[in-house]
């Protein structure tokens, strides 16, 4: 699925006008970040385009406020890795732009591209030759006794965990107002199609091609044999309701602790209105990422990246 941001003058396959507004993102904290930064700046300079760099320490990213005074912004440049990403994704809030992602950190999936490709990416998006590909996000919005005390805007996923004591708790899982299962586990993962490569892949859930608009909810070393992934639509309204908490169970939103549970507590998931979109360039694709970051593909190594001309696949085939 692709996005077109009505905040953003970027469109696929057009060669890109000048002037843009480019908004340039990074912790300050991580080496290379302000040189990079410095460096990206002149270039983009050079060519024509409006630059803002926002740069400051992980813990001063906040929600909404982010787009610059006076001009508006057509790409984000993120500098980091996949957390910069979504502290990112957060600090637009409702007002989400297409953004650039170079990989600064370890794995990067969805910073996907190096800092040394960042020249060839900026000649693709003048060119034309990008794709954007829009993800799900969420609100995730904490009830207690009939009161909204907590709303958020997410990219990954919505954790429940048990905390301490350490011991497990019953999760009721409702789908559009139907009871449909309880949990009984040390927490539950619902998360996107982007985010299943996150905490929900570590936690055993699957993997779910991240331009989807689906949930996955993958509970955390369950009781029951029968509790297992289940992946659902995300046009249903999920409720999540804790009647028997421990005194350290609480609800996290990609990563970010949003609030301790106490006994009857109802967590709402639902569908958000704006998308986050991502740039890919050429040289980048979903598979490709999944087989370069995530060794995906058996432990097959040197298999060609075209599918044999035979029809059918090779002994060993790649996936």
Sequence with gaps: MTAISPLSRLRPQQPSPTGLGFVIV??????RVEAESLRLQALLT?????????????SGWGEGQFHPAGGSADIVVVLGGDGSIL?????????????????????????????DEAEAALADIASGGFRLVDHLMFETEVIRDGV???REL???????LAGPPFSMIPICLFVDGEIATTYRSDGLIVSTPV???AYNLSAGGPIVRKDLDAFVFTPLNPHTLTNRTVVDSATRGYELLVPRPNEGSACVVDGRLITSLVAGDRVQIRRAVPRFTLIETRPHSYYRTL???????????????RAPSGGGPTNGGAA
């Design 26 to 31: 990074g912790p300050a904290e991580l080496p």
């Design 46 to 58: 050079q060519a024509g385009h409006r630059v803002t760099l926002r740069l400051a320490p992980r």
């Design 87 to 115: 502290r990112t994704a957060r600090w637009m809030g409702y007002e989400q732009v297409p953004v650039l992602g170079f990989n600064l950190g370890t794995l990067g999936f969805l910073a996907d591209s190096s800092i």
């Design 148 to 150: 909204t005390i907590h």
């Design 154 to 160: 997410g990219l990954n996923e919505t954790s429940i």
């Design 195 to 197: 985010g299943s490569t």
């Design 291 to 305: 087989r370069d970051k995530l060794q995906w593909g058996g432990g097959i190594h040197g298999a060609g990246s």
